[in-house]
């Protein structure tokens, strides 16, 4: 991947800081109270059932839902009292990654991948992408970024046309054309197959060991045992955040009392039939979770 | 085999049961029914009584006038209509791109100040506005408008189409980028990305399949439109079928409008298969 320096002007973000974060949908509460600190560089795995807040816990970081109480420092500044422009600046220098991959399935790969470059883009600099495609050095960063997720062939293919793997691997090629400081992954392994899985963690990784914030939620825990630090999420409330060492069998079971699909190892463990669903009080309806797209 | 059980709960059809709700509704359409019936004279038995003036037309128009002059003047009549309905269907397309653009809602940044919001909403509303005068004016009066101010001829009836159109077009192209799925948009805003730049890579390439779809079908519509917009002197084929009409020329009518048939259906069928084949 390129070296090329990104954004020397811009210090990088510096630390995430959430301070009593409470965030409803109408009479849903999706997150109460929710207090934490991320260090720069950190690797950090969400985890929590369905409906718990972790997607909403992401969105809070990118501004996209707004707070009913509480506070997020993004380094020195409140994310939340920024104007348009300065949240913009923050914006671009965060990567998604998200498990519906929710790239525009109409535009060839490329063009996704070179949307990780969008936000700094100019005006005039969007129309001629828009009309004549990405210019010299973003194509070379872009037809690097797809090789390194072997998609090197498929620059020019239709995204629609492309497997659920592949298109998270374009996903990914997004992020690394971005070179953010913070990656937010939400659920990014929920629709892909083990090897992509892999794949996709190690690109992410990789990352991480470049100097980017990693917080990915999960839902399987024994991918979240490879992270240093787990946090888990219950009803909109924080339960645990440690080590995954001690997170143990019985804290496990805590965290997701209630849901169909029990600790957390996917639904081909256990019989639905016997466990039947227990109604959430803070399960989100659909388009809020980020899991129900599919 | 064991007989039914003597009492068990009916399920009744599928008509909903009696409430004061639906009994209202029903007596709401049958005054509503009766009132137009007696505003309109509405009358079959006079329909179907006077057959005297209804035979003359008939047999007046059998059989069709097949002359050579009257085919001329058909046919150049119908390309007339044809090319008022296509320009009228692409200048309004050129038009209504613009105004479905600015008219687009695009939700507001959370957190973002009053003066943004505003500034946010001043074009969208604005955009509408022109769209929906465009709009509820009908082609046939945007035609009476043009014809006073341009004169006679198919100029101001393609004008008038393509009014018409660009407020039809306008109002439907910005419901089809609004409608557009919102997480491709969302993930591009979340990264940093500005108005210009989620409308030129988030919605408008997941909408441009359905904006060639509604041009054509509004193309279909203009066609229609088209033929009588010569009514009021706006051009195309319905001016022959009005002058024919007042010179009870009925064969030549017949002509006219079958012709006319032929091509709308022929358009039609045409613009059909190309929406079907469109790729979403």
Redo the contacts between chains.
């Keep these: 991947m390129t070296s090329s320096p990104r954004n020397s002007k811009e210090k990088p973000l510096g630390k995430l800081a959430l301070e009593g974060v409470t965030v409803r949908f109408g009479k849903t509460l999706a997150l109460e109270e929710v207090s934490m600190k991320v260090e720069p560089k950190e690797r950090l795995a969400v985890i929590g059932a369905s409906g718990a807040g972790k997607s909403t816990l992401f969105r809070t970081l ?5 707070l009913a109480e509480g506070r997020i420092a993004v380094g020195e500044c409140d994310l ?2 920024l ?2 422009k300065e ?10 990654i ?1 498990q ?1 991959y ?6 060839p790969a490329g ?1 996704n991948a070179a ?2 470059e ?4 100019g ?1 005039l600099r ?2 001629s992408t ?1 009309l004549v495609g990405p210019n010299d050095a973003l194509a070379w960063r872009v037809a690097q970024a797809l090789e390194l997720v072997d998609l090197g062939d498929k620059a020019g293919a239709r995204t629609a046309d492309l497997s659920g793997g592949q298109q998270q691997r374009v996903a990914v090629a997004r992020l690394l054309v ?1 070179r ?1 400081d913070l990656i937010l992954a939400d659920e990014p392994f929920a629709a892909v197959d083990p090897v992509t899985t892999e794949r996709v963690m190690e690109a992410l990784f990789e990352l991480n060991d470049k100097g980017a914030t990693l917080l990915v939620n999960l839902h399987d825990v024994r991918i979240a045992r490879r992270f240093p630090r787990v946090v888990a999420l219950r009803e909109g409330r924080v339960v645990f955040d440690g080590p995954p060492e001690r997170l143990t069998d019985e804290k496990l079971s805590r965290i997701y009392a209630g849901d169909p699909y029990g600790t957390g190892a996917g639904p081909d463990t256990q019989d639905d039939t016997r466990h039947p669903r227990r109604e959430d009080p803070v399960r989100l309806m659909e ?1 809020r979770d980020g899991i129900s ?1 599919h | 085999m064991a007989s039914p059980p003597t009492e068990y709960p009916r399920v009744g059809g599928a008509i909903p049961r009696f409430s004061w709700k639906t009994s209202l509704a029903v007596l709401v359409i049958l005054s509503l029914t009766g009132w137009s019936i007696v505003g309109t004279n509405f009358d079959l038995v006079e329909l179907l009584t006077s057959t005297r003036p209804v035979e003359k037309f008939v047999s007046g128009m059998f059989p069709p006038d097949l002359s050579a002059a009257t085919l001329r003047t058909t046919f150049t009549g119908i390309l007339e209509t044809f090319q008022m309905s296509y320009l009228g269907a692409l200048i309004g397309a050129i038009a209504a791109f613009p105004l479905a653009a600015l008219g687009t809602m695009e939700a507001p940044t959370i957190g973002a100040s009053r003066g943004e919001r505003l500034l946010q909403a001043i074009p969208y509303h604005l955009a509408r506005l022109v769209l929906n005068v465009f709009r509820s004016v009908p082609d046939i009066l945007w035609a009476l408008v043009f014809v006073v101010a341009l004169g006679l001829g198919p100029f101001p009836g393609t004008l008038a189409l393509a009014v018409h159109s660009a407020g039809i077009l306008g109002k439907l192209y910005s419901e089809t980028l609004e409608a557009v799925p919102a997480r491709p948009v969302e993930a591009l805003r979340a990264t940093g990305a500005g108005s210009l730049q989620t409308f030129l890579f988030g919605r408008l390439p997941q909408a441009v399949s359905g904006f060639t779809s509604l041009t054509l079908y509004q193309w279909e519509c203009n066609i229609r439109s088209a033929t009588i917009l010569g009514f009021v002197g706006a051009g195309g084929i319905g001016q022959q079928i009005l002058v024919s009409m007042q010179l009870f020329d009925y064969s030549k009518v017949a002509t006219l409008v079958g012709v006319t048939i032929l091509v709308v259906l022929l358009v039609d069928r045409f613009s059909a298969a190309i929406r079907r084949r469109l790729v979403y």
């Design positions: 990118t501004r996209s839902v707004p939340y009292a104007s348009t949240l913009k600046s923050v914006q671009r220098r965060v990567g998604t998200y519906a929710n790239l525009v399935p109409q535009l063009i949307l990780g969008v936000g700094g883009m005006s969007t129309l828009f971005q953010p388009g797209a």
